[in-house]
């Protein structure tokens, strides 16, 4: 007997939106569950201009703010980052906010630009 798309396994694992079961029983933040929001703000931080944005903001000075994302980590486990769109870019962007000098150096618009570049050059090479 064939398995109906209701009871597929892959859909049984996810909601329609693609989030982990688990999530849907979770409380709502502005119709979002924590690991949405969570996943959201892991991809942005990919994107070097928001990263120097949160240094400029001094986020990144802020220790509650960098035990986030040291927290945040939890991404690199394969069951996690499978929801990642670009993991690559988000994960190296994540590894290098764990270092106090990279936290401190990305308020540098040099830094910024050649992290960029780099990020730009890694896609075109990825397609």
Do not use: C
């Not at 996810?14 to 703000?41: C, K, M, N």
């Not at 949160?54 to 040291?70: G, I, P």
């Not at 190296?92 to 106090?100: C, N, V």
């Not at 150096?105 to 730009?120: C, F, G, H, K």
């Amino acid at each position: 007997m064939a398995d109906s798309a209701a009871t597929h396994p892959i859909w049984a694992a996810l909601s329609s939106t693609g989030t982990p079961i688990a999530a849907q029983h979770e409380q709502l933040y502005g119709g979002f569950t924590r690991f949405e929001l969570e996943l959201e703000f892991v991809q942005a931080l990919a994107n070097p201009y928001y990263m120097n944005h949160l240094a400029s903001q001094k986020l990144l000075q802020d220790q509650s703010f960098v035990e986030y994302l040291r927290y945040l980590l939890y991404f690199t486990q394969p069951q996690y980052t499978r929801y990642l769109i670009y993991p690559g870019p988000t994960l190296k962007a994540l590894e290098l906010l764990q270092q106090e000098n990279f936290r401190r150096d990305i308020l540098s618009p040099d830094t910024v630009a050649r992290l960029a570049e780099q990020t730009l050059l890694a896609s075109i090479k990825a397609r």
